[in-house]
Structure formats: C-alpha cells, structure tokens
C-alpha cells in the first residue's frame, strides 16, 4: 500500500497570512503515460463531510477560491492557502488515486493565531 | 446539482449486517465511478470500496475485503454497499461519494453528508 504522510499534524496562521501543508507518498503517484500525478485534497469541515479542493495535484475544482493551490510531483506535494481566511479552518487530507487501496494522509488542522 | 444521499446506517451488534444505499441525482449514474469512504469518530478518512462507472469492476480495502460488497443498480440511480460480519472497528460514518470520472481511479467531486454506522453489543 501506498502510505501518505501529511506536515504538520496542525498549523495556527494569522489571518491573511500563508499556511503551507506537506505531503508526501510512499512511492511515486505519478503515471507516466498521461504525466499526471494521481494526488487529490480534500477540506474537511466540522460536522461536514469533505470538499474537494484540487485534483490532478494542482488544478483547482471549479468555485474553489483561487488563494488556494496545489503543487508537487512525484512523491512530494504542497497544499498552500496564500491568505488565510476565517472560513478556511479545517482539516485538510491529501489522497493518492494511483493505486488500490486509495490511501489517504492522516490529516493537517488548520487553525487561526 | 449533484445530490447524493445516504440511508441505512443504525446499530447492529458485531457479526451482523447492514446495507448502505447512496440515491444518487443530478448527473448521469451509470457514466461515473462510486466511492465508499469511512471516519471512525474523531478519526481520518479512510477509503472503502469503489465501483467502476461500467460496474463492471470492484475495488475493497483489505480492512473489508471478503466482508464488503459494492454494488450499484444504474436503473435505480443507487449505490449499495452491503456489510457483513461487522466489527467494532467498522464502526463510523459512511460517505457515498461521486469520482471525477467513469474510471474507478479519480479522485472525487461530490460527498453525501453520510450514514453513522455503529457496532456494538
């Protein structure tokens, strides 16, 4: 199985500021025939189920707010929210969709200073 | 609008057996791979089982595989996901959630507000 680890378990952020979230695969999601890295994030709410946030490791899903973006390749990939708003705590996950089980990364909260 | 909505979560006691249905709306069923995903309480998520868009293919977590069994009725608009043998640890909420694409290996764009499942004596 492909293990997904997610830094750091939690960040607090000023409003306005940049959160940066890391995550990292256990051997490469990126399929070569299509030159696409097999890597989602999702957003999690409380009490709400989870929101896809980027696919393909850095397009953004229609009505996602552009201050968020996804970058990485390989084995290595970057969440990142240039400006934090209020509405954006939550906890993030990245999921890998390359191979069976679609194993996803424990989580990252993210919270306001 | 995609709408995905999930019944027949409860509690039932280990060793038995529930199946989940996900009624699915707003987009062409058959054309799209369905996922199963869990959280245990205060817990992440984990993936469960997919099925292809041609339902022709199938997909489990070892944590489920030879308990679990997704289905899906394309005249119906319905995911089904029939759980036997339940233990404790399958105790969670269930979400039924919609791929990006026909291909079981997408990731997701749509989550119904899933079904608490519960085992216990």
């Known amino acids: 199985d492909i293990v997904m680890t997610q830094s750091p378990d939690s960040l607090a952020v000023s409003l306005g500021e940049r959160a940066t979230i890391n995550c990292k695969s256990s051997q490469s999601v990126l399929y070569s025939s299509n030159n696409k890295n097999y890597l989602a994030w999702y957003q999690q709410k409380p009490g709400q189920p989870p929101k896809l946030l980027i696919y393909w490791a850095s397009t953004r899903e229609s009505g996602v707010p552009d201050r968020f973006s996804g970058s990485g390749s390989g084995t290595d990939f970057t969440l990142t929210i240039s400006s934090l708003q209020a509405e954006d705590v939550a906890v993030y996950y990245c999921?890998?969709?390359?191979?069976?089980?679609?194993?996803f990364g424990p989580g990252t909260k993210v919270d306001i200073k | 609008e995609v709408q995905l909505l999930e019944s027949g979560g409860g509690l039932v006691q280990p060793g038995g057996s529930l199946r989940l249905s996900c009624a699915a709306s707003?987009?062409?069923?058959?054309?799209?791979?369905m996922t199963w995903v869990r959280q245990a309480p205060g817990k992440g998520l984990e993936w469960v089982s997919a099925?292809?868009?041609?339902?022709?293919?199938?997909y489990y977590a070892d944590s489920v595989k030879g308990r679990f069994t997704i289905s899906r009725d394309n005249s119906k608009n319905t995911l089904y996901l029939q759980m036997n043998s339940l233990r404790a640890e399958d105790t969670a909420v269930y979400y039924c959630?919609?791929?990006?694409?026909?291909?079981?290996?997408?990731?997701?764009?749509?989550w119904g507000q899933g079904t608490l499942v519960t085992v216990s004596s």
């Open positions: 959630a919609k791929a990006l694409g026909g291909s079981c290996y997408s990731s997701v764009d749509n």
């Open positions: 999921q890998q969709h390359y191979s069976i089980p679609f194993t």
């Open positions: 099925i292809c868009g041609s339902g022709g293919s199938t």
């Open positions: 707003g987009f062409t069923f058959s054309s799209y791979a």
